[in-house]
């Protein structure tokens, strides 16, 4: 209540604000590279916006994909293949429609990283949770999917481009977004949020790209880490790094 309160008195200063840093926000391309890669006991099928398309690095191999990949395969002490399907400015269910129209390879994990445009866009949370549902029944389904990491919004009151009150309203609506996200996966142990690491929540301006909106390829590694640790864990793994 107290947030739509803040929503209706603002309303003129946050639609300005928005504006404005639509039409004068940097805008870098998705990384470049391949979108799949196979090979491995364990593959990933990564699905989500600009920073699983990995907006912020040159290459896929810096970026979510490449990353996480890279350090499972040292956990695993193997190979680890992956497929991504992301498209900067989708929302959830825009991801969804982009899931269903691909060719998915088989996958043991399924990885969402969406949120941030349901948030900037206003989607009412239990539209973007429906969709990740289906997401998460459609990898399943067609691509054999064990366990899925569904990753949090981040928290927006801490990106640098952002204006003031405009940071501060978007950082609530991720929180709102987040706490129903974890309400919708509680009990499912085959389903995990996963927040990102501390150092990315509480150092974001050194750890993000120049455009103040996206990870950096430090930030990329670091949130693959924190996604590797889950992987394990979910699916029992055995891990090299924890032996030594």
């Known amino acids: 209540m107290a947030l739509m309160l803040a929503k209706l008195m603002l309303a003129p200063v946050l639609l300005w604000q928005g504006r404005r840093v639509r039409r004068t926000a940097l805008r870098l391309p998705e990384a ?61 269910v825009q991801a969804l429609a982009a899931l269903r129209a691909a060719e998915l390879a088989p996958a043991d994990v399924l990885v969402t990283a969406l949120g ?19 997401i998460d029944t459609l990898a399943r389904e067609r691509a054999g999917v064990r366990l899925s990491l569904h990753c949090a919004a981040p928290p927006m009151q801490a990106f640098p481009l952002l204006p ?17 996200l974890a309400a919708r996966l509680a009990g499912q142990p085959t389903r995990r949020v996963v927040h990102l690491p501390e150092a990315l929540q509480h150092d974001a301006t050194a750890l993000m790209a120049i455009d103040g909106f996206h990870p950096g390829p430090r930030g990329y590694a670091l949130w693959a880490e924190a996604l590797a640790d889950q992987v394990v864990a979910g699916l029992g793994l055995p891990s090299r790094s924890m032996a030594t």
């Not at 979108?35 to 191999?61: F, K, P, W």
């Not at 866009?121 to 239990?126: C, G, I, L, M, R």
């Not at 950082?171 to 977004?177: D, N, V």
Request: with cysteine; proline share 3%; net charge positive.
């Open 164 to 180: 003031q009150p405009l940071r501060w309203f978007f950082g609530r609506q991720a929180a709102r977004f987040n706490a129903a």
């Open 116 to 134: 941030v445009n349901d948030v900037v866009d206003q989607t009412v949370p239990a539209q973007a949770l429906a969709a990740l549902d289906a």
């Open 32 to 92: 470049a590279g391949e979108r799949a890669r196979g090979g491995g006991a364990l593959r990933l099928l990564i699905v989500g916006d600009s920073s699983a398309a990995g907006v912020g690095a040159e290459h896929q191999d810096e970026a979510l994909a490449g990353c996480l990949a890279r350090a499972l395969a040292l956990r695993l002490g193997q190979p680890v293949g992956w497929q991504l399907i992301a498209t900067s400015g989708h929302r959830s």
